[in-house]
């Protein structure tokens, strides 16, 4: 019998990769509740929205009326919660939204799931899970150090949104401690891959390339992050969902330190490889797309360094990543130049490649 699995934010960035997963297994009916805001795009699921074995809700995860009544329509057997609030330039500027998404939507969730576990029998109730999906970010930063995030490093978030990730992470783990409810957790370092929304680093930097824009570095460019490419983090989620172990959290990371100014360098160098500039919409001036690097001020209370010691989930679960960021930020590239359609699609609603995060009072 296949497993029934709830996902929220399941055409998000990672939330769709997820579902996709899922979905191509044929292992699973999967049902995805999802506001579609900004950052939810369905056609990241045009593969797959077609499956008999797809179900999509549209909704919000703090209308607890309405994720009741998703619950008892489709009886899950698990929960993987996605949904999520995540750019921290945008909690800078406003986070009414990073409150109400990542603290009252889990809360919801929480709630939702614990009455609706509670009334399982108990086969089932064994059987269940709850799994959320955080960030590297709730540890804080790692500047002066070598140390990697372990699943047992203080919290210590920096920004709003990674603060709000950090009040949802204790609350998962507070109804497992108190009611009991069959949870797991991971943290994953930055994601990265097709069908990401242009306002993060990456495919911010490529769409701006070829549109022979400036490719913004903040500051000095020398903060460091450990970069998953996002299909890999798909794999991890789905193995800790079901082989993880109760109450257990999982950090997910790439073992992919890079600098970002080092990473903007790379999109730069496979740009001139795939689309000499001369061949593109509007560079003709400039013979490499590193000319267009242009160093701007850095983010408010900005982290110098994440990097995630990844050992217990390749110890316990088996799972190492398959890409390397050479191998992954070549597919990624490759990916938005061959699928112009999905990005102009991005671009033709309210976000037009603009900074955010630059308003602190």
């Known amino acids: 019998m296949k497993q029934r699995i709830l996902v929220t934010g399941g055409a998000g960035f990672i939330g769709s990769a997820v579902v996709r997963h899922l979905l191509k297994s044929g292992k699973y009916i999967v049902g995805n509740i999802d506001k579609l805001t900004y950052a939810g795009n369905s056609e990241s699921l045009a593969s797959v929205d077609m499956m008999e074995d797809y179900h999509f809700f549209k909704f919000d995860i703090c209308d607890r009326q309405s994720i009741e009544g ?10 993987m919660h996605l949904a999520a609030e995540s750019h921290v330039d945008r909690s800078i ?22 009455g609706y576990w509670r009334k399982l029998d108990a086969e089932a109730q064994k059987q ?20 990697l995030f ?17 009040a949802s992470d204790h ?80 950090n997910v990371g790439g073992h992919n330190e890079k600098r970002n100014l080092q990473v903007v360098e790379i999109i730069c160098e496979l740009l ?13 001036n400039i ?4 000319e267009l690097i242009t160093f701007v001020k850095d983010r408010s209370g900005h982290d110098r360094r994440y990097a995630i010691d990844a050992s217990k989930i390749k110890n316990e679960l088996g799972w190492v990543p398959v890409e390397s960021f050479e191998t992954g930020i070549r597919k990624t590239v490759k990916w938005y130049l061959e699928n112009r359609p999905w990005w102009e699609s991005v671009l ?7 900074r955010l995060g630059t308003t602190v009072e």
């Open 171 to 250: 609350l998962v783990h507070a109804w497992h401690r108190t009611y009991g409810l069959p949870v797991v957790v991971t943290n994953c370092s930055n994601n990265y891959g097709p069908f990401h929304f242009p306002e993060k680093l990456i495919p911010h930097v490529i769409l701006n390339a070829l549109q022979g824009k400036p490719l913004p570095v903040y500051g000095d460019g020398a903060q460091v992050r450990d970069w998953l490419y996002v299909e890999d983090h798909a794999r991890a989620l789905i193995e800790v969902l079901t082989r993880g172990r109760v109450g257990e959290t999982y």
């Open 70 to 79: 998703v619950f008892q329509e489709f009886r899950p057997d698990a929960i």
């Open 348 to 354: 033709n609603g309210d976000y037009r490649l603009g």
């Open 150 to 166: 372990t699943e047992s490093t203080p919290y210590a978030p920096s920004s709003p949104y990674s603060a709000s990730k950090a």
């Open 128 to 147: 269940f899970r709850f799994h959320h999906v955080s960030t590297d970010e709730v540890f804080g930063d790692l500047e002066g150090t070598e140390d």
């Open 272 to 284: 001139d490889e795939y689309v000499p500039s001369g061949t593109s919409l509007d560079n003709a």
């Open 93 to 114: 500027d406003d986070s009414s939204a990073f409150i109400q998404t990542n603290i009252v939507g889990t809360y919801t969730l929480l709630e939702v799931s614990r």
């Open 287 to 290: 013979s490499s797309y590193r």
